[in-house]
C-alpha cells in the first residue's frame, strides 16, 4: 500500500504542478477563476476545500496518535505544493509507521 500511496503522491504533484507553471506563465486569478466561473465550478471548489480541511484534521489527529513526528509539515506543505501530493506521502508514511508499531508489536518467536 504505501508503494501505491507513493505513486499517487508523485501523480498529484506532477498533475497539480503541470497546471500550476500553465497558471502562473500565464498570469491567471487563481480565486477569481474558482469563484466566478459558474456554479459547477464553485461546486467542485467548496467540495475539494472540505474535503482538503477533513484531510488535513485527519493528518494532525492521526500523526499524533502514530507517534509520527512533523504531522503539521504535510499540512504546511500541502501550500506550498499540493495536497493531491501532500496527502498520499503522508499515507505512505503511516503505511511505513503503521508497519514499524505493528512488528514492535509482535511477540518473539
Excluded: H, K
Excluded at 32 to 55: E, T, W
Excluded at 93 to 99: A, D, G, Q, V
Aim: charged share 10%; with cysteine.
Amino acid at each position: 500500500m504505501a508503494v501505491v500511496f507513493l505513486v499517487l503522491a508523485v501523480a498529484g504533484l506532477i498533475g497539480t504542478w503541470a497546471f500550476n507553471l500553465m497558471a502562473i506563465t500565464q498570469a491567471v486569478d487563481f480565486i477569481g477563476d474558482l469563484l466566478n466561473s459558474g456554479p459547477a465550478v464553485s461546486s467542485i471548489s467548496v467540495d475539494l476545500l472540505v474535503v482538503a480541511i477533513a484531510g488535513c484534521v485527519f493528518i494532525v489527529v492521526e500523526a499524533r496518535r502514530l507517534g509520527m513526528r512533523f504531522g503539521w509539515l504535510y499540512v504546511v506543505l500541502a501550500g506550498v505544493t499540493a495536497l493531491a501530493f501532500t496527502f498520499p506521502l503522508f499515507l505512505a508514511m503511516r503505511e511505513r509507521r503503521l508497519s514499524q508499531v505493528t512488528t514492535a508489536a509482535l511477540p518473539p518467536a
